[in-house]
């Protein structure tokens, strides 16, 4: 898996690095109205970002050689998603607080899971930084987005206060990476390359440009590697499982009951990373049967 990951990683420093050199040219990339370009990062993301988590299909289907443990463990998956929503919209403060925890766990352990024996720390720094980098370069707008989430005008010393955490967080990574002894020499400088030109992108690209880039071509990808996702009929069915999810989120939540873009996307990438980051635990609960 490491050679995957290893070219996973200069095909992202390369992209990162083009992007950087188109963002300097085009300053539409840098705009912080989100409304101007939204439909757009909603196809991104409810297409390729949310592939990794229909992915979880893919493990279901492999994981069971019975039907009917597969039936019942697709339905409870879809269960938990449709409970994540109904806690989005009945609640978006609930729902927003959920994601933000949800996501400073599962960016570390994900991204960083080739990393098998690295300090928990550096993980937990890694997550907590993806889920907040922005707010050091654009809290305002990370502030707008927040308050269109919630309906909510939220305190911008709130936003303050993440900023100055996720400035000690980033303190705290660069400390754990500096100072491992169970990480590899080579590892180190392509993590650390990974995250100074994530850092880069952050501090020019608007939040959500950043927040589709790095979700899709870091997180994303490095996800589907995790999972193991190698031969043609793979992907097929990633593309058969991913296909639902988008129209669900644009035919059902955007047309016909007339829900934002921004909150279709962050109301589905609550529900699935929910049940994302249950999988293992069903998967665990239900194999007792087997």
């Not at 840098?30 to 439909?39: E, F, V």
């Not at 206060?161 to 590899?184: D, G, P, R, V, W």
């Amino acid at each position: 898996m490491l050679n995957k990951i290893r070219i996973h990683q200069l095909f992202y420093l390369v992209l990162s690095l083009f992007l950087i050199f188109i963002s300097k040219n085009n300053p539409s990339l840098n705009i912080s109205d989100i409304n101007s370009s939204i439909a757009f990062l909603f196809l991104i993301i409810m297409s390729f970002g949310v592939s990794h988590g229909a992915a979880d299909s893919i493990v279901i289907w492999k994981t069971f050689p019975k039907f009917k443990i597969k039936a019942i463990a697709f339905l409870i998956y879809l269960v938990v998603v449709m409970l994540g929503l109904l806690l989005w919209f009945k609640s978006p403060v609930c729902g927003l607080i959920t994601l933000l925890f949800m996501s400073i766990i599962h960016f570390g352990q994900s991204d960083l899971l080739y990393l098998r024996d690295a300090n928990q720390g550096i993980k937990f720094s890694w997550g907590f930084i993806m889920s907040l980098l922005p707010v050091i370069f654009f809290e305002s707008d990370v502030k707008s987005i927040f308050d269109a989430l919630i309906n909510i005008d939220i305190d911008m010393r709130v936003f303050i206060i993440l900023k100055i955490i996720t400035i000690l967080f980033i303190a705290s990574f660069l400390f754990f990476l500096s100072s491992s002894y169970t990480i590899t020499k080579k590892d180190k400088f392509f993590l650390g390359l990974e995250f100074l030109v994530t850092l880069i992108l952050a501090s020019f690209l608007s939040p959500l440009y950043w927040f589709t880039f790095y979700f899709c071509f870091l997180h994303g990808i490095r996800a589907l590697i995790n999972i193991g996702i190698n031969s043609l009929k793979d992907y097929l069915l990633l593309i058969i499982f991913t296909l639902p999810v988008t129209f669900f989120a644009y035919f059902m939540l955007f047309e016909n009951l007339n829900i934002e873009y921004l909150n279709v996307i962050f109301s589905v990438l609550m529900a699935l990373t929910i049940s994302h980051m249950l999988l293992p635990s069903l998967n665990r609960f239900l194999s007792k049967d087997l």
